[in-house]
C-alpha cells in the first residue's frame, strides 16, 4: 500500500498522510539510536520507533475498515 496509490486512487489524504508520517519516522528514530548518548537514551528511541510501528499497524487498519465500507464499482478493498 503506498501514499501515491492511497491519494490518487483511493481519494484518502488524511489517512494516508499519517501513514506517510509514520513510517518515516520509524526510521528517523531507529537512526537516532543508533546515535544515542546513553544506553537509557537508545532504550528510548527505540520505544518510540515502537509506538510508531502501533500507529502504522493501527492506521492500516482503519484504512482497511474504512476502505471495506466505501468501496463502489469495480474497486477492491485495500489488503
Keep these: 500500500m ?3 496509490f ?3 486512487e483511493k481519494r484518502e489524504f488524511v489517512l494516508s498522510k499519517q501513514l ?3 513510517g518515516t ?3 528517523a528514530n531507529t537512526r537516532e539510536a543508533q546515535n544515542a548518548e546513553s544506553r537509557m537514551d537508545f ?3 527505540l520505544a518510540i520507533a515502537q509506538k510508531e510501528c502501533d ?3 493501527t492506521t492500516k487498519q482503519n484504512l482497511k475498515n474504512k476502505n471495506s465500507t466505501l468501496i463502489t464499482d469495480n474497486s ?3 489488503k
Design 6 to 8: 492511497l491519494c490518487e
Design 76 to 78: 477492491s478493498p485495500i
Design 2 to 4: 503506498s501514499y501515491k
Design 20 to 22: 506517510l508520517r509514520s
Design 43 to 45: 532504550v528510548h528511541k
Design 55 to 57: 500507529e502504522i499497524l
Design 25 to 27: 519516522s520509524v526510521g
